[in-house]
């Protein structure tokens, strides 16, 4: 009675044919993941100030930001190449400025701060960050080596937990994940920085942990009916664990939304890349992960040694 959910997403009884869509799936996912490296290269990705070098400064005008005046004290003081954007609400202002000599970032911080309390008095610096351009290019290069290692772990994981077949198909799948959110980053103009590589790893490990879900069932289900055809039995999976997938990406998903919607411009981009991710994450362990492990597995994915209750059935 107190262990039956109050909430299914769907039937216990549900017997969705997934299998039936699989050349669909892995073709539109393949166009996608082609296009998104493409957009990769050109025009690229929007690099933010940690990995492009520079200064950032957020002020909060006493009333709407006359962006003519800004410009004119910047000019002023010798910054002629700042980029200024609105953002928000009318009186909020973000100027950006490229990286130049380390060693005269605090003087251009210091002298941006001047200019903009002049333009317009009353102006509130919410905050001021700056990075090196030789500082930028280690957060770069660390950065690119994270998800790396993050890739190779998790195939390590998986090929040590799972069969071979498992770990390549999941890995494949994850780089299709990881290409299509660099697609979603230079769409969207969503700037790449280290908030955006800890949402990367964060759907990584979403989508991994998705992944491991279903196949523990195949596994499971493998033991269980050894003389069922794999396409059969990873339908059966999925199936089996459709209403768990769905909960869990739906909290996910829930819990994400209002950083989305309300979180500013400090959390906006992230939180709307981790939405993208866990759709991604959540339709790939259905629609590629699945096809994938069918196709490698037939016929080389070993059944258990024991049939239990469930393959008698079936055998029957």
Request: aromatic content about 10%; hydrophobic content about 50%; proline content about 3%.
């Amino acid at each position: 009675m107190f262990g039956r959910p109050l909430l299914r997403f769907v039937r216990k009884d549900t017997h969705i044919n997934f299998m039936r869509g699989r050349y669909m799936g892995l073709i539109v996912s393949a166009v996608l993941s082609i296009a998104s490296i493409i957009l990769f290269f050109h025009p690229g990705l929007t690099l933010g100030l940690d990995f492009r070098g520079g200064i950032v400064v957020e002020a909060k005008t006493s009333g709407p930001a006359d962006f003519a005046k800004l410009r004119t004290a910047l000019a002023a003081q010798h910054i002629s190449h700042a980029s200024l954007q609105a953002f928000g609400a009318p009186d909020d202002v973000l100027i950006r400025l490229d990286a130049g000599d380390d060693q005269n970032t605090d003087a251009v911080v210091d002298t941006v701060r001047r200019a903009v309390t002049d333009a317009q008095p009353g102006t509130t610096i919410l905050r001021a960050d700056a990075v090196g351009a030789s500082v930028s290019a280690e957060l770069f290069r660390n950065g690119m080596l994270a998800l790396g290692l993050s890739l190779a772990m998790i195939l390590v994981y998986i090929w040590f937990r799972f069969e071979w077949e498992f770990a390549l198909s999941a890995v494949i799948t994850l780089v299709l994940d990881l290409t299509k959110t660099m697609g979603f980053l230079v769409i969207t103009g969503f700037e790449f920085d280290l908030v955006m590589v800890a949402a990367i790893l964060t759907i990584l490990g979403y989508s991994t942990n998705d992944k491991m879900v279903v196949y523990d069932r195949v596994r499971e289900n493998l033991r269980k009916y050894r003389t069922m055809p794999l396409m059969e039995l990873i339908n059966l999976s999925i199936n089996e664990t459709l209403n768990r997938t769905l909960g869990t990406s739906s909290t996910v998903f829930l819990a994400a939304l209002p950083l989305a919607l309300w979180g500013g411009a400090t959390l906006s981009g992230f939180a709307w890349t981790m939405l993208f991710g866990i759709v991604v994450g959540t339709s790939s362990s259905i629609f590629i992960a699945a096809p994938l492990l069918l196709f490698m597995g037939e016929g080389r994915l070993k059944r258990g040694a024991k049939a239990g209750p469930a393959a008698a059935q079936q055998k029957s």
